[in-house]
């Protein structure tokens, strides 16, 4: 049986060592990319405590170059990948007005750009190769678009949306896509959380330090819907049935929950709980 080769974007901390982790458990040679030096080495010695082949890059998603660089050494080291994580993301929470347009360059920059540049990097590879498997973490944020995550809710809509572009695009060649969108779960992303209000970072840490699922959780949902040839990987029934709300009943009562959402975030500045993730 050929070993897995896996790379991994933001692999160092939260849903990105979780998979990490649990690849690794599997059998498969992970490769982590982020750009915490420390927390790198950490989980680098984890991942060979546990028996894997496993490497460490510097990767910042935000430079075309290290995800370019994190492909060659791929190439060069292990003759290629089966599986690339676009899984590095950032968080911010507020009204819409009260963003400053750095922070949404900030977020377009990590959330988006960074796994079109992680597409870019390694579909010539895969395709190349015959195939392999590309998968881009999204969030609900992207099926369901809350209040007061305006930047969040449109970057990982437009993941959702590059890889509904990329599955038309590549399946022929051999390539599958798949997208995982998880709610709220016990992770580090509050770590990376911009806000102009320091109410909303204190209710964003609240949303996901009192989840009723971690990481490890979430990520062996998500291997195992890669596992079963999903494009679309829901973790969260609640969530997925608010989805499927919105998608089948006529959008005017999708609306008015948002609205109804968007008032009580006004008077109580507290946040609906439908669409976090890693």
């Avoid at 080495?41 to 405590?49: I, K, P, S, V």
């Avoid at 509904?164 to 992770?187: H, M, N, S």
């Avoid at 959780?217 to 989805?243: C, N, P, Q, Y």
């Avoid at 109804?260 to 439908?274: C, S």
Wanted: hydrophobic share 45%; with cysteine.
């Amino acid at each position: 049986m050929t070993t897995q080769r896996v790379f991994i974007t933001g692999g160092a901390s939260g849903l990105g060592r979780a998979l990490a982790e649990g690849y690794a458990r599997d059998g498969a040679q992970v490769c982590i990319g982020d750009v915490n030096a420390a927390r790198g080495a950490e989980t680098l010695a984890a991942l060979q405590a546990l028996g894997a082949t496993a490497h460490y890059l510097h990767c910042d998603v935000t430079r075309e170059g290290d995800l370019h660089g994190a492909a060659e050494w791929m190439l060069a080291q292990w003759g290629g990948v089966d599986l690339v994580v676009n899984n590095a993301g950032v968080a911010d929470m507020g009204p819409v007005e009260a963003m400053p347009i750095a922070d949404w360059q900030w977020m377009i920059d990590i959330n988006l750009l960074g796994v079109v540049r992680g597409c870019k990097a390694f579909a010539p590879i895969l395709r190349r190769q015959g195939g392999g498997t590309i998968l881009n973490i999204a969030s609900m944020a992207g099926l369901i678009h809350p209040p007061y995550a305006a930047a969040y809710n449109a970057t990982k809509a437009a993941v959702v949306a590059l890889s509904e572009t990329l599955k038309a695009e590549l399946e022929a060649d051999g390539i599958r896509i798949a997208v995982a969108c998880p709610a709220f779960f016990r992770t580090n992303l509050s770590e990376s959380l911009r806000s102009t209000d320091p109410r909303y970072a204190r209710w964003m840490r609240k949303l996901v330090d009192e989840a009723s699922i971690g990481a490890d959780e979430i990520a062996a949902m998500i291997r195992d819907g890669v596992a079963r040839g999903e494009f679309r990987i829901l973790t969260h029934a609640s969530a997925k049935r608010f989805w499927m709300l919105k998608r089948l009943l006529p959008y005017r009562f999708y609306e008015a929950a948002m609205r109804r959402a968007g008032q009580g975030g006004r008077a109580k500045k507290k946040p609906i709980a439908v669409g976090g993730k890693a």
